[in-house]
């Protein structure tokens, strides 16, 4: 009985580990068949690519995850975006806000409705036009082990190193890398120089900045940073946006006070809209959630 247990035990833990391991493997499996549903048009679409940022249109969009057919994450989904328009997308966990980046760069399509990027579907143009004409700035930038230099031109591969350094400097990057032991050329990662993390979301802004996409899509930190740093990132942000769509997954009270216009979303569906003021005065989801995350 004793060996018993402990062999119940070990089984316990090895259990646990094969239920992690394969929900990894549903995750990916997931993935890949996410890879074969969605598929580039036989005869693609070329739309022109506006200086003025990118229009998008999301149009009565109706969508759930393959793993979950019976739970929408987005109903209903409607948003008209002009191009060089900034709109902060709000709600509380859950509420669908990467489902719309997720849509946007085509992961998935949607069960219903449609999307369009200057006009054109998003399935009549290639992936591969549709995500070039998208720059990302995620919560956590990826630091490579690499170069400076290189961790910034992964934003373009193939970029001149002034190109990538220009980059660097409108992205407010420029200066602490000329303080690392060898400047652009100092090697980072977990062998290398470690960053704070106002110094990796300025390397994934420099990133986005060198693709010069028309199309922004920035998924803003949660973690706190320090004053200055704080201060540097904001800074870098706003010259990332200018003349830019950008669609911002807003934590900060900054953030969504800057922006043309906030959406708020709510189980999958949008509630509310327009500039902070409105929505605080409105006394509604955004006022509560306001309320609660940005208390600054
Ligand atoms: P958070 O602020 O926590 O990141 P969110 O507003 O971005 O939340 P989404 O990630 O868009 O919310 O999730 C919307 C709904 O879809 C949630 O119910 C979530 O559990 C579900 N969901 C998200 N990703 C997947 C996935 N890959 N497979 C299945 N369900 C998912």
């Known amino acids: 009985v004793i060996i018993l247990a402990g062999a119940t035990a070990v089984l316990g833990e090895v259990y646990g580990d094969l239920l992690r391991a394969a929900g990894a493997t ?27 940022g990118s229009a998008i249109k999301f149009d009565a969009v109706n969508f759930h995850y393959p793993s979950r057919p019976l739970q929408a994450a987005l109903t209903d989904f409607s948003l008209d975006v002009a191009p060089g328009e900034t709109v902060a997308i709000v709600g509380p966990s859950g509420a669908g806000k990467s489902t719309v980046f997720q849509l946007l760069l085509r992961f998935y399509d949607p069960a219903s409705g449609r999307i369009d990027i200057d006009g054109v579907a998003t399935r009549a143009l290639t992936l591969e036009d549709l995500r070039g004409r998208i720059g990302i700035v995620p919560q956590d930038a990826v630091i490579f ?8 031109r992964y934003g373009k591969p193939g970029a001149s190193d002034e190109e990538t350094k220009a980059a660097a400097q409108a992205a407010f990057a420029h200066d602490f890398i000329m303080t690392l ?8 990662g977990e062998r290398g120089v470690r960053l704070s993390g106002g110094q990796r979301q300025r390397i994934a802004i420099a990133r986005a900045m060198l693709k010069n996409s028309p199309l922004l899509l920035l998924d803003e930190a949660t973690s706190a940073l320090d004053a200055e740093s704080e ?3 904001q800074a870098a942000l706003e010259s990332a946006m200018k003349g830019r769509t950008t ?29 902070h003021d409105q ?3 409105a ?7 306001a309320a609660l995350q940005f208390m600054d």
């Open 283 to 289: 006394n509604g989801v955004y006022a509560r959630l």
């Open 247 to 275: 669609l911002v997954i807003a934590h900060r009270l900054a953030t969504v006070q800057q922006a043309d216009r906030i959406i708020v979303l709510d189980h999958g569906k949008l509630v509310e809209q327009g500039t």
């Open 231 to 233: 201060r540097m990132v």
């Open 26 to 52: 549903e995750r990916l499996m997931e993935l890949l068949e996410t890879r074969s549903s969605v598929t580039s048009p036989s005869n693609p679409v070329v739309a022109p690519v506006l200086r003025s």
């Open 181 to 188: 032991p060898e400047g652009y050329d100092t090697f980072l």
């Open 145 to 152: 082990s690499t170069s400076a230099l290189e961790n910034i």
């Open 279 to 281: 929505l605080v005065a």
